[in-house]
């Protein structure tokens, strides 16, 4: 019996969800090379959406945002109990090894621009509350928030 493949999107060797992906869950193993690569996570849903045997890896937002018409996977740790993704699972680390925070880099010399720096600052005062979530990211703590400032305050002081 020939075996079928399908050639599902998925992101390009470049992105960083392919290289998460490749080294939290595959490790030491190959990925395969018989897909179609797209950083475009929307052609990626939608080739998941067509083919039952399709698979596809993008960020919570774009589950969230379309649960309806794909489904995610279930992981378990070290033989631990299967965990369903949710806004919960990756905010407390249980969906592993599939949940990661995400960063944002800024340059310091940028930061002795003013302009920079208030962005900087409007950013880090929001990235607890609704905004996040609405747009299916995972708010972070403000214990996490608070450090982050607190970075932010430790960098502009280098520099201003």
Do not use: I
Request: net charge positive; hydrophobic share 35%.
């Amino acid at each position: 019996m020939a075996r079928r493949t399908h050639r599902t999107p998925r992101p390009d060797a470049g992105a960083g969800t392919l290289d998460y992906f490749a080294e939290a869950v595959l490790g030491d193993r190959s990925h395969r090379t018989d897909y179609a690569g797209t950083e475009q996570d929307e052609t990626v849903v939608e080739a998941v959406r067509r083919s039952r045997y399709a698979m596809g890896y993008f960020g919570f937002a774009y589950y969230v945002r379309n649960r309806d018409a794909v489904r995610a996977l279930a992981t378990a740790a070290d033989g631990g109990a299967c965990v369903r993704p949710s806004f919960e699972s990756a905010r407390t680390g249980r969906y592993v090894p599939l949940s990661r925070p995400l960063y944002v880099y800024v340059d310091r010399a940028a930061l002795s621009r003013r302009v920079v720096r208030e962005f900087v600052a409007y950013y880090l005062d929001h990235v607890t509350g609704d905004v996040v979530r609405d747009v299916g990211y995972v708010p972070v703590s403000e214990r996490t928030a608070r450090r982050n400032r607190e970075r932010l305050r430790s960098a502009v002081s280098e520099v201003v």
